[in-house]
């Protein structure tokens, strides 16, 4: 069963930057299409940034030229690099395969934009 362990959230002033980590446990991660998604309280689940095995990126437009998605094949790691943020980027943000979600979900980090 694969483990997703999310970190690097927090509460940041609107404008500010964040860069949140996930790293996986599941072997065979270097040909997974991975996926950065949020869930804003009241809301659905939303993707907001990909990155497929070779690097080709995706972001949602709400995101785009403020988010970079990267990723470290060799640490089994997905990284968001958030800036300007604003706060209805507020969310806890989840990763997970792209288009098709592992059955498990890890935790989760909380991003908290406000004055």
């Known amino acids: 069963q694969v483990q997703l362990v999310e970190s690097g959230g927090g509460l940041v002033q609107p404008g500010g930057s964040l860069r949140l980590s996930c790293a996986a446990s599941?072997?065979?991660?270097?040909?997974?299409?991975m996926g950065w998604y949020r869930q804003a309280p009241g809301k659905q689940r939303e993707l907001v940034a990909s990155?497929?095995?070779?690097?080709?990126?995706t972001y949602a437009d709400s995101v785009k030229g403020r988010f970079t998605v990267s990723r470290d094949n060799a640490k089994k790691t997905v990284y968001l690099q958030m800036n300007s943020l604003k706060p209805e980027d507020t969310a806890v943000y989840y990763c997970?395969?792209?288009?098709?979600?592992?059955?498990?979900w890890g935790q989760g980090t909380q991003v908290t934009v406000s004055l």
């Open positions: 997970n395969a792209f288009p098709m979600p592992f059955i498990s």
């Open positions: 599941r072997s065979g991660f270097s040909l997974t299409t």
């Open positions: 990155i497929t095995s070779g690097g080709t990126e």
